[in-house]
């Protein structure tokens, strides 16, 4: 059975120098930026995405060379006499540590740690960007200050069904543009699983964050929201976003 394309590729930078290895990673880069600023206006992505993305790949450079360098296994190791026999070293620790696997592995989690997030886009925006996202592999969407953009509530829904965690802040309630009435009735509608509590606080004239959070909990156990659903949305939604749970 022949090989798949990404062993091809492994075993073709194994067979490289660290000044190759560095420019297939540079050309790579390039790709990938020209990608993302490609997609950042056919998604809507946040300004700060290719920021975040450029700053991963600058992470990434010293590992892939510190990955190539040891599995060449280190200055002077010829790989054009892979296949000469004789005596070999144990691996050490480190090299188990920085392999080829573990590199590509670490990229693509650190790309896949990243979460979409709608900006104040209209319902009907949300709704395009949303299965366009999916398609290009982006799990983790966050529809922000859902509310705030006056979706119907079968908009709502729809966001929902397709897996979308939707934000609820406490901030739209502080200024009098919404109240937790309104959310209340939407979690009751939708279930809480689908909804993410946020204060969206930290304005100079607004309270700050924990004294904002703590009236927001209290306000929404007034409206019939039960613990376990604000900590549905409070804690487990968030954290499923970042990936700190499965």
């Known amino acids: 059975m022949s090989d798949g394309p990404f062993k091809r590729f492994v075993r073709e930078i194994h067979r490289r120098s660290l000044w190759q290895v560095l420019g297939i990673y540079l050309v790579t880069s390039w790709a990938v930026l020209s990608a993302v600023d490609t997609l950042g206006g056919a998604l809507n992505l946040p300004e700060w995405f290719p920021s975040v993305a450029s700053a991963l790949l600058v992470v990434g450079l010293p590992i892939v060379l510190a990955t190539a360098f040891l599995q060449e296994g280190g200055p002077g190791h010829d790989m054009g006499d892979v296949g000469v026999a004789g005596p070999t070293a144990p691996p050490s620790g480190t090299s188990f540590l920085f392999t080829w696997r573990n590199a590509f592995g670490g990229g693509v989690l650190a790309f896949a740690l990243l979460v979409l ?13 949303i299965p366009e996202a999916r398609r290009y592999g982006v799990e983790k969407i966050l529809v922000t200050h859902v509310f705030s953009q006056r979706p119907t509530r079968a908009q709502m829904q729809q966001m929902a069904d397709t897996g979308a965690i939707l934000e609820i802040d406490s901030y739209a309630v502080y200024l009098g543009n919404r109240t937790v009435a309104e959310y209340a009735s939407a979690i009751r509608e939708i279930g809480a699983e689908h909804f993410l509590m946020s204060s969206d606080l930290g304005q100079a004239t607004s309270p700050p964050h924990v004294d904002g959070l703590r009236a927001y909990i209290r306000a929404f156990r007034d409206a019939g929201v039960t613990d376990d659903e604000i900590d549905v949305m409070l804690r487990h939604n968030p954290a499923r976003l970042l990936g700190l749970e499965p």
Do not use: I
């Open 117 to 129: 997030a709608m900006g104040h886009s209209a319902p009907e925006e949300v709704l395009v960007l």
